[in-house]
């Protein structure tokens, strides 16, 4: 689907009436359990355009198809700060607000200005505020009324060096940076490599181990559920906020000895706990199994349940998120 009047006719086209609609980017971070008993629409809407903002800002519209790291080369190639830490998460654009990527402690909510969607039920074109998207840990409206709208393009605003906010707090982060010789104000693009060479040396390569990156999100538990966890077992935790903090959900997994466990063609990465790599399993089933072994392995040792981060297409209408 390459325009928004092509999704008209296609979803106009009488063979397609009464069929329900998964929209999809690149299928970067979906699961199919089974063959899903409909329309499978896969964007491929493009085009950036850039505009010059008040306050030395840069404005950027991007279309839903375009490619996420593309994207991020091409904004810090021009020093804009704001998408450094996002760089290398595999995807298209369009997928960017639905779970509120993010990574190195920055979000897409931190950019975000608004969204172009297409109503999928009514055929209706509308811009929605940032504000208005419920833009959460790993979540927004889109994920949480899944396959309502299709979101057609983004619109992010980015920062010149002189009102850049330099995220650098992550582990590794700073002594990539050193190799680098940045300095203390690192360029975006130093930045940039940073990250990326941080994600090549931990997460495995989809191109070449197929796999649909972090499987699970890290849970986020009360804070007298973290403080007894931490009394028993020293589990790492961050505060969110309302007294609620984030756990590792890789550091779980490792703790259950899971890391490079394998169920037949499907293996828990032995490069990180959180990703399941695909070793040629025939069926989205295998993958279903061994993420419920390794849910129920982590509970029953901490109590915590994990969610996935995946979207799991089912094989009947009922999708979860
Ligand atoms: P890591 O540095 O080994 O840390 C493990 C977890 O601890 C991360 O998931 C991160 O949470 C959390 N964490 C670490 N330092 C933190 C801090 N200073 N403040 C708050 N939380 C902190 O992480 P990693 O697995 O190598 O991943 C690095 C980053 O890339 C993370 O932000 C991760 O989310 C992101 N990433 C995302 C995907 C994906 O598929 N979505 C895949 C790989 C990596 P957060 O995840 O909330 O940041």
Known sequence: MRSVDHLDAILGDARVAGLPVLPIGEGTNVLFAGDYPGLVLRLQLGGVVE???DGDA??????????WPPLVRRTVARDWYGLENLTDIPGS???????????YGAELADVLVEV???????????????????????????????????????????????????????????????????????????LSDAIGQLRAQKLPDPATHPNAGSFFKNPVVAADVYAALHEQSAAPGWPVGDGA?????????????????RWGAVAVSRRHALVLVNEGCRSGQELVAAAAAIRDAVEERFGVRLETEVRVVESEERTSP
Do not use: H
Not at 129 to 139: D, E, F, W
Not at 245 to 261: D, H, M, P, T, Y
């Open 245 to 261: 903090v984030k756990l590792s959900a890789a550091w779980l997994i490792e703790q259950c000895g899971l890391r490079g466990r």
């Open 51 to 53: 505009t010059p903002a």
């Open 116 to 190: 172009d969607t297409y109503d999928l039920a009514d055929g209706g074109r509308a811009t929605v505020a940032a504000a208005n998207c419920q833009l959460g840990y790993r979540s927004s409206v889109f994920k949480l009324q899944p396959d309502r709208r299709v979101v057609t393009s983004v619109v992010l605003r980015l920062q010149p060096a002189s009102r850049a906010e330099i995220r650098a707090g992550y582990p590794g982060v700073a002594d990539q940076l050193r190799r680098l010789g940045a300095g203390a104000r690192p360029t975006a693009r130093q």
């Open 58 to 67: 840069m404005t950027i519209r991007a279309a839903a198809g375009e490619r």
């Open 93 to 103: 654009v369009g997928a960017a607000p639905i779970q509120n990527i993010g990574a």
